[in-house]
Structure formats: C-alpha cells, structure tokens
C-alpha cells in the first residue's frame, strides 16, 4: 500500500482532475504511480507530459524498443511496479507475450534484431554505471544503424525510469493495488 495519500479520482478538482481525465483516456485508468503525484499538481503535470512526449509520442525509437528499455531499466532497479506494466505496454507495443517475457528474462538470448541487443547492452551500462559510459559506446551503436537521435531518446527512458523507479519504490507502490478488488 502507498506510503502518501494521493487525491482519490472522485475528489479531483483542477489541474489534478484533468491530468487524471487526460491519463484515464490514454490507458483506461489512472495508473496509481501517477495518483501519487497528485499532492503536487505541477509535478503530477510535468510527469505526465514528460512520459507522454518520451514514452507515447511517436519518435524515432519504435514504442516497443522504448518499452523494452523502462522494463530493462526497471528490472535491473527492482522496480516490481514498473517492470509489470512495461512487460504488459511491450505486449501492447506489438511483441508476442513470450517475446516481452524473453526480453526481460535475458535480452541477449532474445529473439530481437541484433542492432537491439546492442541498444539494450547500452541502456544496461547507462542504468548501472553511467559515468562508465564511453565514445567508443555510442559509436557501436551508431555502427549498428542506431541514429544520434535514437540513442539520446534510449539514454532519456533510461532517466526517466530511473527516476521513476526510485520514487515508485520509496513511496511503495505494488501493481497488486492498482487493481480492480
């Protein structure tokens, strides 16, 4: 159970009452993870536009290697919460069940495009030790097709769940209490 109380939908007014109306038309419901953020309505709105312009918009990362990458992210961190629902999001993405379960378990035995093995060996290093981060890195990506462009947007999923993880698991939310009773 979270560790904040957050502004429960029925009492949302303003600027919070539109975040949540805006999220609830984009995946169906308001994500408890977001509801936490609620206390501050400027934040709760930052966020939801930071994960809707890197994570929903269409760029020059597919949605599905984005979403391999928060699961990664969110793996290597522990974040049991955020890890769930990106195995889910890659599924609705466009990859089979056993291929989002595939990537998660051991990316480099998955059955993805070598150019993404290589993508996700860089997400790794930057979400364990990013000061280690090197050239020779981001040229073995460009080396397997990955553009200037895409790489910054894998290193800034990797920010954002980092960032997202830490305060999911601090503030302890389960994906087991955004679901229906």
């Not at 969110?74 to 990537?103: P, R, W």
């Not at 790794?124 to 073995?140: F, L, M, P, W, Y």
Request: aromatic share 8%; net charge negative.
């Amino acid at each position: 159970m979270p560790r904040i109380q957050a502004i429960a939908e029925e009492n949302a007014e303003g600027k919070v009452k539109a975040v949540y109306d805006e999220l609830r038309s984009v995946f169906g419901k308001v994500p408890g993870v977001m509801k936490a953020l609620s206390p501050w309505p400027d934040v709760l709105e930052l966020y939801a536009t930071r994960i809707g312009m890197i994570m929903l918009s269409e760029t020059q990362l597919t949605r599905s290697v984005k979403e391999m990458i928060a699961a990664l992210v969110s793996k290597i961190n522990s974040c049991d919460y955020c890890l769930t629902y990106h195995k889910g999001f890659m599924v609705d993405a466009g990859l089979s069940s056993q291929d989002a379960e595939a990537v998660v378990a051991d990316y480099q035995t998955a059955a993805i495009p070598d150019a993404e093995k290589k993508l996700l060996a860089y997400v790794e290093k930057v979400t364990r030790h990013a000061n280690k981060t090197t050239d020779s890195d981001v040229e073995g990506l460009k080396e397997c097709g990955w553009s200037e462009g895409q790489i910054l947007e894998a290193t800034l999923v990797v920010g954002l769940f980092s960032d997202i993880n830490r305060w999911v698991d601090a503030l302890g939310f389960r994906y087991e209490d955004d679901q229906p009773a």
